[in-house]
């Protein structure tokens, strides 16, 4: 008889995983609070845009491995994967774990298996979750057991990273530790590190707020060689020709549903003002900073009509993902200054519904038609195939500020481009 496995939450976490379970032997019974979620799963149809995903779920579904319910089915073994925003005062919004662990709660048998996936701030499975699942008279990691397992996932190649990649376990006893790491043993292929559930909670939290905190140091030279005549990833090129050195890109800013939050989950615990808050400060306001050099270069132009054409608006290359995306918060700026005319050319979210949406044109023709500024805002691999030269000729007056380095400043200069870079004085 195949143990059974509900997962909490079929997002960009619970499916893959629900998916590599299944796959590895259990009988995953997916339990997701959005219907349309669940039916679309049960057809087969994966609403997120990751490579492999539909194929791999059409296999399960098929092997009767997997199924989707709108009701938390009983299991041995219960994962939540559920969101943790954050709330407008930068605190982590724990509703959504705490409604999955009173479902739980209402199900646990002596014996189960509780893991928390949800990047959370520490402490949350011992004081938030363990009191909830023992409010029927059960004991956490005895009667029990319970932990923290955080994903490693690169949006874009979830299925690879979230088998080969090490992952960490945290239980609220070693046994726990132990039983969870059993479970994670049936797919990952990564060495499997045991540690206690604050502490696997914390590990989870530092590896993003090390990439944020690295990329505010990125973000705060460019604004130095700005003034300073100097390109700023040339200076981060050199530096980390040194063996242990790995300064990260500036840009535009920090999006997406990790990195720009999970900080605030160290923030909140923490008694002063920090270096990760400042490098929050930095981050978040690289698209008011971004706005500050658009307006510098439009005013350059001689005619008084101004319109942006803005390539790429999702929170990071090749990918269709529009949360915390910095580009978004540009376009408020660029809409709120006013008589500013926006075009918007992403094909990565053509079918993305967003309030920005209004500005997004058809074709990228449309968007370089009469503008007078270009800003290249997302290193989408496939602008690299943009007629940039016949391009040009559609605009009334072709200024190019790249944000991200992505461009040849020699090419664009020999077709006829004004070229500027963000973080580039010279
Ligand atoms: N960014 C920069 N400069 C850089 C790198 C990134 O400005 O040098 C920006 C990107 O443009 C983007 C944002 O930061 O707006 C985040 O992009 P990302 O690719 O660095 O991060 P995510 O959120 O896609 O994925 C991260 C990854 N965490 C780490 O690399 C430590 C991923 O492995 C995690 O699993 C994921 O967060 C997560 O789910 O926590």
Request: hydrophobic share 40%; aromatic share 8%; proline share 4%.
């Amino acid at each position: 008889m195949k143990e059974k496995i509900s997962v909490i939450g079929l997002g960009y976490i619970g499916l893959p995983t629900s998916v590599l379970f299944a796959k590895s032997g259990y009988e995953v019974l997916g339990y997701d609070s959005n219907t349309e979620i669940v039916d679309a799963l049960n057809k087969g149809k994966v609403m997120i845009k990751e490579p492999f995903l539909e194929e791999e779920l059409a296999e399960v579904i098929e092997a009767k491995a997997f199924k989707a319910y709108t009701e938390l089915q009983e299991a041995q073994i219960y994962i939540i994967c559920v969101p943790t925003p954050l709330t407008d005062e930068k605190k982590a919004d724990m509703s959504f774990v705490r409604q999955a662990a009173e479902a739980v709660a209402s199900l646990l048998k002596a014996g189960d298996t509780v893991i928390l996936e949800s990047t959370s701030p520490p402490g949350t499975t011992e004081e938030l979750i363990g009191p909830i699942l023992s409010k029927g008279g059960l004991k956490a990691g005895e009667d029990f057991f319970l932990g923290h397992s955080p994903e490693r996932v690169l949006p874009g190649c979830m299925l690879k990273e979230i088998v080969e990649n090490d992952r960490i376990v945290g239980g609220v006893k070693p046994a726990s530790a132990d039983r969870i790491r059993s479970i994670y043993e049936s797919f990952v292929k990564g060495e499997i590190h045991k540690t206690d559930a604050r502490t696997a909670e914390l590990s989870k939290l530092v590896e993003n707020t090390y990439r944020d905190v690295n990329i505010a140091l990125a973000n705060e030279l460019a604004i130095l060689c700005e003034d300073e005549g100097i390109d700023v990833f040339e200076v981060v090129e050199l530096a980390n020709n040194h063996p242990r050195v790995h300064v990260h890109m500036p840009g535009p800013g920090v999006g997406g549903h990790c990195i720009a939050i999970d900080p605030w989950f160290i923030i909140e615990k923490q008694k002063k003002s920090s270096v990760i808050l400042a490098s929050r400060q930095v981050n978040d306001h690289m698209p008011a900073y971004t706005f500050k050099k658009a307006k510098s270069l439009l005013a350059l132009s001689e005619n008084n009509k101004a319109k942006i054409a803005i390539l790429g608006c999702s929170y990071k290359p090749n990918v269709d993902d529009l949360r915390e995306s910095p580009v978004l918060e540009l376009v408020d700026l660029l809409e709120k200054e006013g008589n500013i005319e926006i075009a918007l050319f992403d094909p990565y979210v053509i079918d993305k519904e967003f309030p920005q949406k209004k500005y997004l044109t058809e074709n990228v023709e449309e968007a370089f038609e009469d503008a007078n500024l270009l800003v290249l805002a997302v290193h989408h691999e496939v602008f690299k195939e943009l007629d940039l030269e016949s391009l040009k000729d559609l605009m009334s007056e072709a200024i190019f500020l790249d944000t991200r380095n992505f461009f040849e400043r020699k090419l664009l200069e020999e077709m006829g481009y004004e070229y500027y870079k963000l973080g580039c004085g010279a």
